[in-house]
């Protein structure tokens, strides 16, 4: 059973930056894929990004390519988002994911542990 804790949140002004990360634990932190979703109010759960169990490969979705990264370091246990260009329309709930299987998905179905969230909020 993996625990994942996020952090990092926050309120931040338009066009700053926020780091995220979620500390993971009670699993091999190098044998998954990890994700990053979010949902924003009355909205559905959405694709932020992931990234493979070496760091190697990653991938986004469509509105958060070229302003969102994904790292992570696995002497640490960690995975970060860091976002850069925020906008109102990034305000959301952001979740990680743990996933254990080879390949990056996108689609939250695919993942087996979540954590409980962080609330990101970004002011015109």
């Known amino acids: ?3 994942l804790v996020e ?3 926050g309120l931040v002004q338009a066009g700053g930056s926020l780091r995220l990360s979620c ?8 044998r998954y894929s990890m994700g990053w979703f979010r949902q924003g109010p009355g909205k559905e759960r959405e694709f932020v990004g992931t990234i493979n169990r070496s760091g190697g490969t990653t ?3 469509d509105s958060v390519k070229g302003r969102f990264t994904i790292s992570r370091d696995n002497a640490k246990n960690t995975v970060y988002l860091q976002m850069n260009s925020l906008t109102p329309d990034d305000t959301a709930v952001y979740y990680c994911a743990a996933d254990d ?3 990056v998905t996108t689609r939250p ?3 087996d542990f979540w954590g409980q969230g962080t609330q990101v909020t970004v002011s015109s």
């Open 59 to 61: 991938d986004y979705g």
């Open 7 to 9: 952090s990092g949140g």
């Open 23 to 30: 500390a993971a634990s009670g699993g091999i932190f190098s």
């Open 101 to 103: 299987r080879w390949l």
């Open 1 to 3: 059973q993996v625990q």
């Open 109 to 111: 179905g695919d993942y």
